[in-house]
């Protein structure tokens, strides 16, 4: 069941990445093709999730939408756990008064609540994909700091470590040859959640008018389908439906690893 | 206990300061200047130099901050766009947001918890299998798809609901059940683990030995041991209700501080977004702490850690 899980997630988080990688090719028209007097036509043979009030082909915006979501998922992923390593494993191994200042922020930046300083700070640095990447990332890196600085405070003291520490090894290399090859684990499945979470912030920052402007996302088509609910609900559902089975596919995957590797009764 | 809830309070206040600085200092992240942003490029250089003292950035930023603080405490400190101060304009809709948390909290309990307790009693069945896929679906439902899809079928199908607006219990219904349905999820899952930590205690098995019957074993034994994480986790949840507020309101036009927030963005009144986003960040640290100072009241274990 759980591998079925990850397999599940795994495939789509596989589809996410080629959707957004043959975009050009996958796409029956131009995202931004205009056709005004074709607009708001229901899915048809040649349309098949219908268009837009411009005219423009819902399944080709659906598709370059992967795009967004996927860059702004893997980017501030991927920016997040460097941060948040870096911070967590300097906090973690010296303690004192760096971890004492480092805690402190992660405490300031946790008094918010989910993505409220994301909202703030796009509405503030203004709409675009790079500031959602920055605004996510900003509060991002916290998650992993603490849990990255957890698992160095029970690692350093293990015996592994005091052996390489006794033969000498430099404080940076028993992090980064010793320690963080052990926290490894958690780190990545907290990472596959972080990549849910990141899909669906920016869906949502861009349903509030804050994400990338210009771009085809689903968060935004999912804006401007709720002004035709009645006459064109087709334009809601099938943006939704995409954010829905990507974020179940990472949570699937995310629950299937930790489930797999980080629990020890289900490993036995 | 006293000690410790000193402590806690204490630990609180760096957390409220720190806060209250970054959301000062969102003004002069802007780029560029933040008055020409306000009041876009056609502004006179009056009306500029008048924001501008408004907001005393013609300041240093030590004078700018305690301004800022004062202004807010006074009153002094006005919307652009309303001309009204921005603390009336936040009080004014905290109520709603209120209003709106304490009912999707209280439809997310209802569900949640029979649905937990059921899954803990049928570990490994049908039953617990529905709870996991709900609680996965649950937190995987984007709030800013399921609200249109409810107005799709309760409102415009088949009439039963309003689409939008506040006002009695028929308005609550749906942005409820959208704002409610992830933290149901978290409950469910949270409702059931508790409960089988608290089935596998020896204290258990010694009242089943003394012949308790097993629904008087789980009512009045396990369930009382499982409740203080659930209550733990409704409350700490209750704080997260409020940033999903702010999407709810949004597609309900529910009149509460989180469309007041959208609202201010859209106008680019920055002294109101400052004004929401601190409230908004106030109540869910003082919601956590007034959780957290509860469970240390309920739970002796807790109490007794604090005293080791």
């Not at chain 1, 906090?91 to 971890?99: P, V």
């Not at chain 1, 003291?157 to 006794?166: I, L, P």
């Not at chain 1, 849910?196 to 804050?210: C, H, R, V």
């Not at chain 2, 009204?84 to 209003?99: D, H, I």
């Amino acid at each position: 069941m759980r591998r079925a899980g990850v397999i599940l997630g795994a495939l789509v988080a596989l589809l996410l990445v080629a959707t957004a990688l043959l975009a050009p090719a996958l796409a029956p028209y131009s995202p931004k093709q205009q056709a005004l007097c074709d607009g708001l036509h229901g899915p048809s043979a040649q349309h098949w999730l219908g268009q837009d009030k411009h005219g423009r082909d819902v399944l080709s915006r659906l598709i370059y939408g992967a795009r967004v979501s996927a860059i702004v998922g893997l980017a501030t992923v991927t920016i997040s756990a460097l941060i948040g390593i870096l911070v967590g494993s300097l906090s973690g191994y010296f303690g004192g008064a760096l971890d004492q200042l480092f805690m402190r922020v992660v405490d300031v930046l946790q008094a918010f609540p989910g993505i409220l300083l994301a909202i703030a700070l796009a509405a503030v640095l203004g709409p675009s994909l790079e500031n959602v990447i920055l605004a996510l990332s900003l509060l991002g890196w916290v998650g992993y700091a603490r849990l990255v600085r957890g698992q160095v405070l029970v690692e350093r003291e293990k015996d592994y470590v005091q052996a390489a520490r006794a033969l000498g090894a430099s404080p940076g290399r028993i992090v980064l040859r010793h320690l963080l090859v052990n926290v490894s684990a958690p780190v990545i499945v907290q990472a596959t959640f972080g990549m849910a979470a990141a899909i669906l912030a920016e869906a949502s920052l861009s349903f509030l008018g804050l994400g990338a402007q210009n771009l085809p996302s689903w968060g935004a088509m999912l804006n401007e389908g709720q002004s035709f609910l009645r006459t064109a609900p087709y334009l809601s559902i099938f943006p939704g439906l995409a954010v829905l089975v990507t974020v179940l596919g990472f949570n699937f995957l995310g629950d299937g690893l930790r489930d797999l590797y980080l629990t020890p009764r289900s490993r036995a | 206990m006293r000690s410790y809830l000193l402590k806690r309070l204490l630990l609180t206040l760096p957390v409220l300061i720190g806060a209250s600085v970054l959301v000062f200092l969102f003004i002069h992240l802007i780029p560029g200047d933040p008055v020409e942003v306000m009041l876009g490029e056609s502004a006179s250089p009056a009306d500029r130099a008048a924001l501008r003292h408004q907001l005393h950035l013609d300041e240093p930023l030590s004078v700018q901050f305690g301004l800022f603080f004062s202004g807010l405490a006074t009153g002094k400190l006005e919307s652009i766009f309303y001309r009204e101060p921005v603390s009336r304009k936040v009080f004014a809709r905290l109520g709603a947001t209120f209003e709106l948390a304490l009912a999707a909290m209280a439809l997310a309990c209802l569900f949640a918890l029979p649905l937990g307790i059921v899954a803990a009693l049928r570990r490994g069945r049908w039953a617990d299998s529905l709870s996991t896929g709900f609680a996965l679906l649950g937190v995987s439902i984007p709030n800013f798809w399921l609200g249109p899809m409810l107005i799709l079928v309760f409102s415009l199908k088949l009439g039963w609901l309003p689409v939008s607006g506040r006002g009695g219990l028929y308005h609550l219904a749906l942005p409820a059940l959208t704002l409610g349905l992830a933290m149901a999820a978290l409950l469910s899952r949270m409702t059931r683990a508790s409960l089988l930590e608290a089935l596998s205690e020896p204290h258990l098995t010694a009242a089943r030995a003394r012949g308790l019957s097993e629904p008087r074993v789980i009512l009045k034994h396990a369930l009382r041991n499982a409740a203080v994480p659930i209550l733990t986790i409704i409350g700490l949840q209750f704080g997260a209700l409020l940033s999903g507020a702010i999407i709810t309101e949004t597609i309900f036009a529910w009149p509460g501080l989180g469309r007041l927030l959208i609202e201010a963005i859209q106008t680019r009144d920055f002294p109101l977004v400052q004004g929401s986003v601190l409230a908004i960040a106030l109540t869910y640290v003082m919601v956590n702490l007034i959780t957290d100072l509860l469970y240390t009241a309920v739970d002796p274990r807790v109490r007794l850690e604090g005293r080791a």
